[in-house]
């Protein structure tokens, strides 16, 4: 069976420029994640989707990010303009609702210069 | 809120034991372990709910101590293929899984 599948893999943009992640999740999984994670630091969480409802964004900097679920199965994160401080690995996940275990995708790493 | 985790690095000969503690300053629901390998994504190792189960990974284990509100990674006769940074994430009630900054662990020859 697939993992959580991401694209790209990396990036590298101009800071002011938009820039779009794209996740798959595990089939059948109808709990999706975003996280952050910075060099040396466990993921932070940005956004939570049951199905197709964000139901926890409160770490996401919603001046600048943005985030849907369309049909609750993939999901795509956007960054509208990126500032350097966004240089960081952006990690998709997925679970069963109330299973506990998230499965993670190989991330999307982000260099703003 | 963050929780603690302890030691931020350690090294280690294979076949050699280490301890990777995790605590936290709330009750909590869960303790969740994750390892993550260079360039690699969190992969799950197992899952502790409140009620100070001990559950084992081959030859990793995990106890999860509801009062000291802290968790512990066990790793036993390590191998190579134990190295990587260690992750807790921890649940308190309804909030979602809150990652701690992880444990760098090398094993060498």
């Known amino acids: 069976e697939a993992g959580v599948v991401q694209s790209p893999r990396y990036k590298i943009i101009e800071k002011k420029q938009p820039v779009a992640f794209w996740c798959n999740p595990i089939?059948?999984?109808?709990?999706l994640y975003w996280y952050r994670q910075n060099l040396g630091q466990g993921p932070e969480l940005l956004i939570r989707y049951e199905n197709e409802e964000a139901v926890d964004d409160s770490q996401l900097p919603k001046d600048r990010f943005s985030a849907e679920r369309l049909k609750g199965v993939d999901s795509t994160l956007k960054i509208q303009p990126a500032e350097l401080g966004d240089s960081a690995v952006y990690l998709c996940?997925?679970?069963?609702?109330?299973?506990?275990?998230?499965?993670f995708g190989e991330g999307s790493w982000l260099t703003v210069v | 809120q963050q929780p603690v985790q302890s030691p931020q690095a350690v090294i280690l000969r294979e076949g050699e034991d280490a301890v990777i503690n995790c605590s936290s300053s709330?009750?909590?629901?869960?303790v969740h372990w994750y390892r993550q390998k260079h360039g690699e994504a969190p992969v799950f190792l197992m899952i502790l709910l409140k009620g100070g189960e001990q559950k084992g990974h081959e030859k990793i284990s995990a106890s999860f101590n509801e009062k000291k509100q802290q968790s512990s990674l066990y790793l036993t006769a390590s191998q190579l293929s134990y190295s990587g940074t260690y992750f807790c994430?921890?649940?308190?009630?309804?909030?979602?899984?809150?990652f701690g900054k992880g444990t760098r662990l090398s094993v060498i020859a």
């Open positions: 089939s059948g999984h109808n709990t």
């Open positions: 994430g921890t649940e308190i009630g309804n909030t979602p899984l809150v």
């Open positions: 709330k009750a909590l629901y869960s």
């Open positions: 996940a997925s679970s069963l609702i109330g299973a506990g275990a998230i499965y």
